[in-house]
């Protein structure tokens, strides 16, 4: 089997991939949100999975959560709830957005797992004392998971743990500059797949894999035959968990070249400085990657780091991929619309309920914007 | 029965204050419109938001909040939420926030906008919106935003989560000073904290009437009467308001007088009001002899009174407003409804799964469920978006609540 099918079946399935990890003797923690600090829960011994949901009925989670709640933090309910994370040993919450703030509350009373973490972040990340009030919450956390699983999490461990995931976000930043200068070496759903693969995989395989993969990249195996002159795009938003969109782009003469999704660059945008306290140090980089909408570092903030994104990697053209009922992203797009398009990048819409938009109203609106660049 | 029948001879003797809170409110908005001529400065702050320092430096306070009430009320939220859409903003965001930034750029809504801000506080201790809300006011005014991050309290309010709030209510008097170029004055300060904990109570007794039988008002009452509790927190007014208040309620028990002539049964209600609705359904209930005796929405401004210590505001305040009631985990949320559920005496649960608040609603099934498990009470649901009137379907409504109402007859 080559590295790219590793990716691609543990991208498919997740739970599959995640209770075999359980099974061979490691506890697994769940987490939905890209402020989970895995680095810790890595550190621990414990193997950090990060949760997608379902997309399919979602019986369950209805009797939790109202019909207008997005469609991430019902589908991951309904996995909880429906036994396909039957497997998983507990999960942890950090403080984003309204909606997992609550799933949070409704998990702790509703699911069977054994270990429960909320972990509080600050909201602000625009003051200096924010700073140690987050290192305070990360200590907090790493002793709840000591005293879970009974063994200390000492600086060694975290110092490798550091370095494993900063080797594997290293990587993964490789990859998306190499598809950004050729973006014919490998295409995009298969790219969307393989960052996703990266939060469910056994992280300290993960850098060894990703190497290799780089390599079989390289050797121009994966290549889509597409030529240049395709229409160069930018995916922001959430998360997309829909690899056929990335197909659909390219087959209406589109590449998604960059994103800033947090099943995306956001997930490995960031560097940890392994010297000196550890745990400082995982908290300093959620200071320096770029945020998401639900914190505040400024109030242009992401206006500004989108565009420089757009510049960075030859962007024509941004598609906001937006889930139905995310607020955060939702109040954030009428204003990045404006400042992207003063600054002649033009933009468009994309509102996805749980599955994407119907096929041909889907295609129009692409085909449409594609053209127009 | 058409809906005249049902009306019909419901009427109770009006509360005398309402015209006192007509007065009050009105001489309000007409001091924040002509800040400018007077030379106050004005600040844009959340309903949950520490409004004390403000009043304490002559920073005249604005709710874009109590402005979205009004709006609801006067049945423009439907328009102005329309406004939004066309700008951009999605028709799930909380309308709230929707018919203000609509109104920010129109001027639109029953007295033609707010005073232009010169400043913005945002209190996350209710929910994450206010924060991009906040922002998008920010931007739009170019004015200076403080965002007072009050961590979530699932469980617990941790000791760093204090040393974080309290570092803030620093940061915020430094805010404040830069703004206004004066210093605050902590005399004053510790006498607007004496004042404002002074309103709450006398808010708190006011609530604590509606314990006796017949209620001599019902929570809609409440929606009208909360507006000083959060405008003018802090004042001598709304402490000279809410005594005088509370001694027409007292007399009203005295003299037996309830709310809703045959009152019957007693309901809780659970979320904001439903604002262009307040009537309609107060009508609804009372035909049906039933009281909303009690509900979580005018409460959550005491909620604070349990951890602010007299004498000692500015310092305490931290926990105050951290601890509120949406800034809790959902089973204390079903806690404090159980126990005002028995506290008040009711017989059903009225919730209002409010598509505009996602914090305020997600978690209600289960508090249902919870409810019903230790009370074995019926629970009502009924949906809609607070001031967006598009969105409220009357019939349907209608009937759920004649079938609750159905239900609770049968158990009497
Ligand atoms: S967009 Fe940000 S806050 Fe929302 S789930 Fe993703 S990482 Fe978390
Ligand atoms: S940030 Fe958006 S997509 Fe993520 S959980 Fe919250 S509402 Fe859902
Ligand atoms: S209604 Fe809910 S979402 Fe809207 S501002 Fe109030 S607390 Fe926030």
Redesign the interface.
């Given at each position: 089997m080559n590295e790219l099918d590793h990716f691609l079946e543990a991208a498919d399935q997740p739970e599959r991939y995640g209770a075999g990890i359980k099974a061979g003797g490691t506890p697994v923690l769940g987490y939905l949100c890209s402020y989970a600090p895995e680095e810790i829960i890595h550190a621990a011994g414990v193997h950090p999975l990060r949760l997608f949901g379902t997309l399919e009925s979602t019986l369950h989670a209805d009797s939790h959560l109202q019909a207008y709640c997005c469609s991430l933090a019902r589908g991951v309910l309904e996995t909880a709830l429906d036994g396909t994370l039957e497997f998983l040993d507990g999960a942890v919450f950090p403080h984003t957005c309204d909606t997992i703030q609550r799933l949070s509350d409704i998990w702790r009373l509703n699911t069977p797992f054994d270990f429960f973490a909320d972990v509080v972040h600050p909201v602000r990340l625009d003051a200096g004392f924010a700073r140690e009030y987050l290192e305070d919450t990360l200590q907090r956390f790493k002793r709840e998971l000591e005293a879970w699983s009974g063994s200390k999490i000492d600086d060694a461990a975290l110092a490798r743990s550091i370095e494993t995931f900063n080797t594997a976000r290293k990587r993964l930043d490789d990859l998306y500059r190499m598809r950004s200068r050729d973006p014919g070496c490998i295409s995009g759903s298969r790219v969307s797949s393989i960052v996703k693969a990266s939060m469910i995989l056994n992280r300290d395989e993960l850098p060894g894999r990703l190497s290799r993969l780089l390599e079989e990249i390289e050797s121009g195996r994966y290549r889509t035959g597409a030529t240049d002159d395709r229409k160069r795009l930018l995916v922001a938003g959430s998360l997309c968990d829909h690899p056929d969109f990335y197909s659909m782009v390219e087959n209406l003469g589109g590449v998604v070249v960059w994103d800033d999704l947090c099943t995306g660059s956001r997930a490995f945008d960031g560097f940890i400085d392994p010297s000196g306290d550890p745990v400082k140090a995982i908290a300093r980089r959620y200071f320096e990657r770029r945020p998401c909408p639900s914190k505040h570092l400024s109030n242009t903030a992401r206006a500004e780091a989108l565009a420089s994104m757009a510049e960075e990697h030859g962007v024509q053209g941004i598609i906001f991929f937006l889930l139905k009922f995310c607020d955060p992203h939702a109040f954030d797009y009428p204003y990045l619309k404006e400042y992207l398009e003063a600054k002649n990048i033009p933009v468009t819409l994309i509102e996805v309920e749980d599955s994407l938009p119907p096929e041909g109203q889907l295609t129009t609106r692409l085909e449409t914007f594609i053209y127009t660049l | 029965m058409t809906d005249d029948k049902k009306t019909r001879g419901i009427q109770s003797p009006p509360i005398a204050m309402d015209a006192k809170m007509k007065e009050i409110m009105t001489g309000y908005y007409i001091e924040a419109k002509t800040a400018a001529d007077s030379g106050k400065q004005v600040a844009w702050i959340t309903s949950g938001g520490p409004v004390e320092p403000l009043i304490a430096m002559d920073i005249i306070p604005v709710y874009p909040e109590n402005h979205g009430a009004m709006i609801g009320a006067s049945k423009m939220g439907g328009a102005l939420c329309e406004q939004a859409e066309a700008?951009?903003?999605?028709g799930?965001?909380?309308s709230y926030?929707r018919s203000d930034i609509a109104s920010s750029v129109t001027n639109g809504g029953p007295i033609g906008g707010l005073p232009r801000p010169d400043m913005l506080v945002a209190c996350?201790n209710i929910?994450?919106?206010v924060?991009?809300?906040y922002?998008?006011l920010?931007?739009y005014f170019d004015v200076p935003?403080f965002?007072f991050?009050t961590?979530?309290c699932?469980?617990d309010y941790?000791?760093?989560?204090k040393?974080?709030v309290k570092?803030?209510v620093l940061?915020y008097v430094a805010f404040l000073e830069q703004v206004t170029g004066k210093k605050l004055d902590y005399d004053r300060m510790d006498h607007v904290g004496k004042l404002s904990l002074e309103g709450q109570r006398y808010w708190q007794a006011v609530l604590d009437t509606a314990a006796s039988r017949p209620s001599p008002l019902t929570a809609f009452d409440g929606f009208y009467h909360l507006a000083l509790i959060v405008t003018l927190r802090g004042t001598q007014v709304a402490v000279d308001y809410y005594r005088d208040l509370l001694a027409e309620m007292k007399d009203r028990v005295a003299k037996g007088i309830g709310a809703v002539p045959n009152e019957h049964y007693r309901l809780l209600w659970d979320n904001l009001p439903i604002w262009y609705r307040l009537k309609w359904l107060s009508n609804k209930f009372a035909a049906h002899d039933a009281a909303l005796v009690a509900d979580t929405y005018n409460t959550a401004w005491c909620r604070s009174l349990r951890y602010i210590e007299d004498g000692n505001f500015l310092d305490s305040m931290a926990e105050g407003y951290t601890r509120m009631y949406l800034n809790i985990?959902?089973?204390q949320m079903a806690d404090t409804i159980i126990e005002m559920a028995e506290k008040y005496s009711v017989d059903g649960l009225v919730m209002h799964?409010n598509?505009s608040c996602?914090?305020y609603?997600?978690?209600?099934?289960?508090i249902q469920r919870m409810v019903r498990e230790r009370l074995g009470i019926p629970c009502l649901l009924i949906?809609s978006h607070m001031v967006d009137e598009r969105s409220f379907s009357e019939a349907q409504t209608e009937t759920r609540i004649d079938a609750f109402m159905e239900l609770i007859r049968n158990r009497a």
């Open positions: - | 700008m951009g903003y999605s799930d965001l909380c926030a996350n929910c994450g919106t924060m991009k809300w922002e998008v920010a931007r935003l965002i991050d961590p979530m699932h469980t941790h000791e760093e989560s040393r974080y570092q803030q940061e985990g959902v089973d799964s598509r996602k914090p609603s997600f978690g209600q099934y289960d949906e």
